[in-house]
């Protein structure tokens, strides 16, 4: 791999003087560089669709999402992982990291273990990927030894691979069964991928996620009804969400809540179908937890 020619490694033009910039010219370059980045990833959305309807698709047969990567990219798996839980009500085993260097790396850096293809190979296969997985590799050149290895892995076991990169025709791009090769150009600070790489790669995973979930039912509307009640605002907030969507006054809400046993999807189905506990539950396990199947029936 020649790094120099990589775009994530390029010097930018428009801030060659950056060291020399008044603090608001910094911030007004950085900001005029980040607005690229919706922009580029405009270009894959198709692609990004695809991988939505994927991830869908083999969690709905009870498989997994497992993020893989090394350094920033191996955090941004980390991070929309640890987040899936408490947004929609899955359990952590549905939706995975694995990050170079373990668990620790992702609060110290372990660069070194990206270059080591063996350790790739061994942290993905100590998870077992099958044919129900889908596993995404993300790495913003999408050079790096430890994910491409882990992907191919996966691959060869049968599971759906995805790549999410920051350069085109990238040799992970090449290994996964779909690629989501996004260009957005090179960093304000050269080769310092959390910038721009980073955030188009936050923003993919916040849509495979939020996409495939929605696809699932584990949303109603545009609003997070698995959500975790585990403290006082997040309850708050599933009393507003019955409200809203039942009808009914707050009272009324935060009584059927309750009853539910703090499940906000049990309450809503509860007030829109006029059923018992029991019976909504019932629903509830009927629609594999799709919060609108279980009240349309």
Known sequence: MQVRKLMTERRNPATENLDRMSALEMVTAMNREDAKVPRAIGKVLPEIARAVDLVAQRLAEGGRLIYVGSGTSGRIGALDASESPPTFGVSAKKVQFVIAGGERAVVKAAEASEDSAELGRRDIAARRPGIND??????????????????????DKGAATVAI??????????????RIEVEV?????????????????????????????????????NLMVNLHLTN?????????????????????????????????????????TGAGKAESARRLRRAKGSVRRAIEG
């Open 134 to 155: 889908v596993v995404v590799g993300i790495a913003a050149s999408g050079y790096t030894p430890y994910t491409i290895s882990a992907l191919e892995h996966a691959r």
């Open 165 to 178: 990169a920051c350069n085109r025709n990238t040799p992970l791009g090449k290994v996964a069964d779909l």
């Open 185 to 221: 150009g090179p960093e304000v600070l050269a080769g310092s991928s959390r910038l721009k790489a980073g955030t188009a790669e936050k923003l993919i995973c916040n849509m495979l996620t939020t996409g495939a979930m929605a696809r699932l039912g584990y949303v109603y509307s």
């Open 232 to 272: 006082k605002k997040l309850v708050q907030r599933g009393i507003t969400i019955l409200e809203e969507l039942a009808v009914v006054d707050r009272a009324q809400a935060a009584a059927t809540l309750e009853k539910a046993g703090r499940s906000v999807p049990l309450a809503l189905v509860m007030l829109k």
